[in-house]
């Protein structure tokens, strides 16, 4: 386990030194952020003088390496819009997406694996198939479009659910959590389910292929003639083997969520990382975009490892594979 | 003594949208206490469905249509779920095919055992390891105490078939329906758990009923042999009795395709033809087409007919005690 560990976290190094190249010349292409700085009435001494305080005078390998260097201080720059610490920033804002994100989890797995789970033991039932239409709308629907659609319904015609923002939160350890408040879990219904509806597709169609496999399996037959309860079989003996695909399919697909929460943010105006990254871009502030972006990649490379790891806590043959040989 | 159980005309079928395709028709035998039935026949023939019509664990579209289940003269297939649930295990249980498959992959040999004991007694932590300890351990298994924490891809195929023997045998059930356990193991580990078997349903009393294609298994195993053929029993009968004078001309066959050591010159006896499918039955007797002894009469369905002491065969022309 420790070797394994220790390779992938070799290999997690390997892919963030090359995105912190892609992502720092990328960056660097597009646009001059000198021009968020000047006034109007700056002339080429004003100009100069704020070149050289970006550092942006020297050439462009000195400022990859002196990013580099502070960037294994855990320094990633200040944030030329707001003129604070870039990560600081990311931080700030991050409770408010991670929270959107874990609530979008939630409703996936505690709607999808039940519904999934149903379609798989009466597949032939209009229930099921209700089930699995109902899937292949979320999967295919765009996001953004879900969004809009909910506001103009829900908010707009009906006037049952705010759309702006995260309404009224709790501090809880440093962290400003809205689902504590009964305003905050009102604000939050709407994103969540919108940013939820492609993971709850993919869950309850993982749920229900497990489903048709596992139940006609040797084990399950061997469980119900050993007169153990349905209750029981359903809930452990099957669940644990069609638990494996969907945990790994949902780790993957967790960092996505975290990242591309980009378009449901806009759409509902929630203070979190996407709607700064989204701002960020508008402004051309360098920093705070290498800063997402790299914290972006460092978070998708924790997040597979930890799947990894999950996935052979759920699945024996994996955690064991090592002895036999 | 009144039988264990009693099979009277099970009728089981498939049905799709072509209509019932008969998987089952007309299968009837008892088994008293401890007595060891070897259900015996080629794929297809409907000895694997008689075992799961009995617990009622066939897979949809099958169904059992007819006939009765008497396990001590009452009747399973009027059981609610609740109460057939409650059969199953403690006092019918079954064991599989293969080993690699009948035991789930995930949880622990302990984790198995003790969802089969809970399913059927209320017991404490202490107990439930006792009895599992105890009950691997029966079954001949090094180290029972290690096991327990142990995944079923740790065991060998007889190591597991094993485990399954021991939860099967958790609840000292009535009777204990055996499919084919040994035919995906290696010769050796095979007469292993044959002994095994033979020797725990001998100690408790235990009928059982050993499933499977290979006549020589059951020739050493069984006390007597049903022989079914395309969904119905066509000879049943002690086991000396069918194996050395058979009365119906498929289980002469049968035997006569067994290999038999010191006759290695001779050509080995065949069955000429196939099974017919069961969605092309003919009206009469199913082995007709192949029958060597068939004559118009057997156009038609011949019924069960004593054919010495007990003995049964469907059969108009039999080999022994009738008129033939």
């Not at chain 1, 409770?95 to 959107?100: C, D, G, I």
């Not at chain 2, 099958?62 to 009747?75: K, Y």
């Not at chain 2, 599989?96 to 003790?114: A, K, S």
């Not at chain 2, 290695?264 to 029958?291: H, K, S």
Request: aromatic share 6%.
């Amino acid at each position: 386990m420790a070797e394994f560990i220790i390779r992938r976290a070799l290999q997690a190094l390997l892919v963030l030194l090359v995105m912190t190249l892609l992502v720092f010349f990328g960056v660097n292409v597009i646009g001059n952020p000198v021009y968020i700085f000047a006034s109007s009435e700056c002339d080429q001494a004003c100009l100069t003088a704020i070149i050289e305080d970006l550092g942006l005078d020297r050439p462009i390998w000195q400022q990859y390496l002196t990013f580099l260097g502070n960037l294994l201080q855990g320094d990633l720059g200040k944030s030329f819009t707001h003129g604070i610490p870039a990560l600081a920033l990311i931080f700030e804002r991050l409770p408010a997406t991670l929270e959107l994100a874990f609530a979008a989890l939630v409703l996936a797995l505690g709607a999808g694996l039940p519904l999934g789970i149903y379609a798989g033991l009466r597949p032939e039932g209009w229930g099921a198939k209700l089930i699995m239409a109902f899937s292949m709308v979320a999967f295919s629907l765009p996001v953004f479009w879900i969004g809009l659609i909910m506001i103009l319904v829900f908010s707009v015609q009906l006037g049952w659910m705010p759309s702006v923002g995260r309404g009224e939160t709790v501090d809880l350890g440093g962290l400003e959590l809205s689902f504590l408040t009964l305003d905050g879990l009102h604000h939050l219904v709407m994103p969540a389910l919108t940013l939820s509806l492609i993971m709850m597709a993919m869950v309850i169609r993982l749920a229900r292929a497990g489903m048709r496999e596992v139940l006609f399996s040797d084990y399950i037959k061997f469980a119900r003639a050993s007169g153990i309860r349905e209750s029981r079989i359903l809930g452990v003996h099957l669940l644990k083997n069609i638990l494996i695909p969907i945990v790994t399919v949902l780790g993957m697909e967790f960092g996505g969520v975290i990242a591309f929460a980009v378009v449901v943010e806009s759409i509902f105006s929630w203070p979190g990382v996407g709607k700064m990254l989204i701002d960020a871009i508008a402004v051309l502030d360098r920093p705070l975009i290498v800063a997402y972006l790299i914290f972006v990649v460092f978070m998708f490379v924790i997040l597979n490892l930890l799947v990894d790891i999950l996935y052979s806590v759920l699945d024996p043959r994996i955690r064991f594979g090592g002895q036999e040989r | 003594m009144a039988p264990v159980l009693d099979l009277k005309a099970l009728n089981t079928g498939f049905f799709t949208a072509a209509g019932e395709i008969p998987a089952l028709r007309d299968v009837s035998f008892s088994l008293g206490r401890g007595e060891i039935l070897g259900l015996v026949g080629e794929s297809g023939s409907g000895k694997s469905l008689t075992g799961f019509s009995i617990t009622r664990l066939i897979a949809a579209p099958g169904r059992v249509t007819g006939g009765e289940v008497l396990l001590h003269g009452q009747d399973l297939l009027r059981l609610g779920p609740e109460a057939m649930r409650r059969v199953r295990g403690a006092k019918v249980a079954m064991i599989f095919q293969d080993p690699m498959m009948t035991l789930n992959p995930v949880l622990r040999i302990g984790t198995q055992i003790r969802d089969a004991l809970l399913a059927h007694e209320r017991l404490g932590r202490a107990e439930v390891r006792a009895r599992a300890i105890a009950a691997l351990d029966q079954v001949g298994i090094p180290s029972p105490e290690a096991r327990l924490k142990a995944y079923p891809h740790q065991l060998s195929g007889g190591m597991r078939q094993r485990v399954a023997i021991a939860i099967a045998l958790l609840h000292a059930p009535d009777l204990v329906i055996a499919d084919e356990p040994t035919t995906a193991l290696d010769v050796t580990i095979q007469g292993q758990i044959l002994a095994l078997v033979q020797r725990l349903c001998r100690e408790r009393g235990t009928a059982l009923i050993w499933i499977s294609h290979d006549l020589s298994v059951v020739a050493g195993l069984a006390d007597r042999i049903a022989v079914m053929y395309a969904g119905r029993i066509v000879e049943i009968g002690a086991v000396d009795d069918l194996l050395d004078d058979p009365a119906h001309p498929y289980t002469q066959g049968l035997i006569a395709s067994v290999p038999t050591p010191g006759r290695r010159q001779a050509r080995l006896a065949q069955i000429p033809g196939r099974m017919p499918a069961l969605t092309d039955l003919p009206p009469g007797c199913a082995f007709a087409p192949r029958c060597p002894r068939a004559q118009a009469a057997c156009e038609a369905m011949p019924a069960m007919t004593p054919a010495g002491e007990g003995r049964m065969a469907r059969c108009l022309y039999p080999l022994t005690g009738g008129a033939a």
